[in-house]
């Protein structure tokens, strides 16, 4: 048996039951493997495609993806989906086949690679094929990207075959595939760090806990403590709908906040961030916490502590346990923060702690005078919003257009979100959005995105039409990079760089075999209607003119910092 097929028969026992690849001769043989012992193959238009299909597929369904490369140009060409499931510590499995002769035209220093962009990194041996592969899906697992280098040589090399049973796993230790800074399994119920969380939250009048990346699995004992010690609830943007459901839920803290989160979490006396590291985006710069706070951190990574602000309390562990662990030694007793948890709140909460709640001036153009109707953002989302099914997966691509289904868009847990900005590259939406269908074909996915990343990524709209998809395409389209018009128009600059001809991107959209609409008004949006209405066996695409006199108020406070 050679190592390739061994390599295929090891991640299946581990539990890959899909590959995401682009398949060329590197990586033929042990793709090949992979779906022998039983796991999907799902074929991508391009390999930056495939990426981030893994990366869609893992953080929708918590499960290790597998994505699989040609040698040299196909690693190249996956690097940003890479970057962007590293950066947000997607657990995935990159088989990256290895031309290991300096002067191979294929050669590219994969380990030096992978550490640039903050992957881990793997080579199988001949001699330990089963260990090597086994060492880097449990590192994965564990939520890590991991670049599994097979060189050519040895996937041909011969080996003793091999069909299982996969060894226990070993102890965890801290070694090369783990930072020295992380902590992996359960946090016992005791230490100093627990102890001054729960005398902070006992002295504490208005706590609120920020829910980040992190915490996205530790929804229900965050829940239970926060009953227990009178906390407001808030997430990050990588962590929406954690909480939803909850009264006492504010959605996004941050640029996404509604005006009563952001005057809920100013006037918090405690802020406690579980799995979060208050970045600029989730604290409007820092403005958002108000100075008076006492600010807790909850990690199992002390590299995160205070890497954005100082912090006067930080507790190492599992969020899940260390959440778990304090609410036992609350005990029951009585705290000074019932009083924040009022009748009147309540209310305030529900009539106003949601998006759609709160007015705007709709900035929708009707075409008169030979000018092109548009409609406005807010309004188009709200409209989708109430079209939509509930049971949705969401996914929202960078860019000045992203706030609005952020915002406006429902979701019914944190599965249900995907957003894709941890590297903030545009153009990853599509192919993330159709990992995440594949992980949850019973329900529609919603692929949000702008107008320059549709175009970049527009090709994968074949793949989705191959699979059949249940997949609605919205294009937040204002012929232009906004971001950048936005952010250079107001000082002067030229802007033909940067914005581009009205173009009917639905066209495209029919031309790959999509049904296509184009959206000036929400009165164009029957023909939405009558696909969310039918077998919805093609993928729709909604080419949505909206209108772009304002720039995005979150990237504002970004990009001026105020």
């Known amino acids: 048996m050679r190592v390739a097929e061994v390599v295929g028969r090891v991640l299946y026992g581990h539990g890959a039951r899909y590959v995401f690849a ?34 869609g597929f893992a953080r929708t369904s918590g499960e290790v993806a ?61 001699t330990h094929p089963v260990e090597d592969t086994s060492a880097a899906y449990r590192a ?70 920020v829910a980040g990346r992190g915490a996205r699995a530790a929804g229900e004992p965050l829940i239970r403590l926060a009953d227990e010690c009178g906390a407001l609830l808030a997430t990050s943007a990588a962590a929406k709908g954690l909480f939803v459901g909850n009264p006492w839920d504010l959605d996004v803290s941050g640029g996404f906040a509604t005006p009563l989160a952001a005057e809920l979490i100013g006037s918090a006396d405690l802020v406690v961030a579980w799995g979060s590291t208050l970045n600029m985006w989730t604290t409007r710069h820092g403005a958002l916490v108000p100075p008076s706070a006492v600010v807790a951190q909850v990690d199992r990574d002390s590299a995160a502590f205070g890497v954005n602000r100082p912090v006067e309390l930080t507790v190492l562990g599992d969020v899940a346990e260390v959440a778990r662990a304090a609410l ?18 309540g209310r305030r909460i529900a009539a106003e702690g949601r998006w759609r709640s709160v007015s705007y001036v709709d900035e929708s153009r009707s075409g008169a005078a030979g000018v092109a109707a548009t409609v406005d953002p807010r309004t188009l989302s709200i409209a989708l919003d109430d079209l939509l099914p509930a049971e949705r997966t969401v996914v929202v691509d960078s860019g000045n257009f992203m706030g609005y289904p952020s915002m406006f868009l429902g979701v019914p847990d944190v ?31 919603v692929a949000a995105l702008g107008d320059g990343g549709f175009v970049m990524s527009a090709t994968e709209l074949l793949t989705a039409v191959r699979l059949a998809l249940p997949l609605l395409v919205v294009i937040y389209d204002d012929a232009a990079y906004g971001a950048e018009v936005h952010h250079f128009g107001p000082d002067g600059h030229p802007l033909e760089t940067v914005t581009f001809p009205d173009t009917d991107l639905a066209a495209i959209g029919r031309g790959y075999g999509c049904d296509g609409v184009t959206v000036r008004g929400v009165d164009d949006l029957g023909p939405v209607r009558d696909w969310l209405t039918g077998p919805r066996t093609r993928p729709m695409v909604v080419d949505a003119k909206i209108s772009s006199e304002h720039g995005s108020w979150w990237l504002a406070e970004a990009f001026r910092g105020h």
Not at 38 to 45: C, I, L, Q, S, W
Not at 87 to 112: C, G, I, W
């Open 328 to 345: 036992d030694r609350l005990g029951g007793a009585p705290l000074r923060a019932t009083g924040w948890r009022t009748p009147d709140l």
């Open 140 to 209: 994965a697992a564990r939520g890590a990207t991991v670049v599994l280098g097979l060189p050519l040589e040895v996937q041909q090399a011969v080996t003793e075959p091999w069909s299982g049973p996969l060894a226990p796993a070993p102890a965890v230790r801290k070694g090369p595939l783990l930072s020295d800074s992380v902590v992996e399994g359960p946090l016992p119920n005791a230490g100093p760090e627990v102890d001054a969380l729960v005398e902070a939250l006992r002295a504490a009048r208005r706590p609120v806990f």
């Open 415 to 445: 599965a249900g979100f995907c957003f894709t900005q941890a590297f903030q590259s545009i153009g990853l939406g599509l192919a993330s959005a159709l990992g995440a269908a594949v992980a949850r074909p019973d329900r529609l996915t």
């Open 66 to 126: 597998i994505l699989s490369v040609h040698q040299g140009p196909g690693v190249t060409n996956a690097l940003t989906g890479i970057t962007e499931a590293a950066k947000s510590r997607t657990p995935m499995l990159v088989l990256a086949p290895e031309a290991t002769a300096p002067r191979s035209n294929f050669f590219v220093d994969l380990p030096a690679l992978a550490a640039s962009v903050g992957a881990d990194f793997v080579r199988v041996r001949a």
């Open 22 to 55: 682009v398949v060329g001769s590197g990586n033929f043989h042990v793709t090949n493997a992979l779906v022998a012992a039983g796991a999907r193959f799902v074929a991508a238009a391009h390999e930056g495609g495939a990426a981030s299909m893994a990366d």
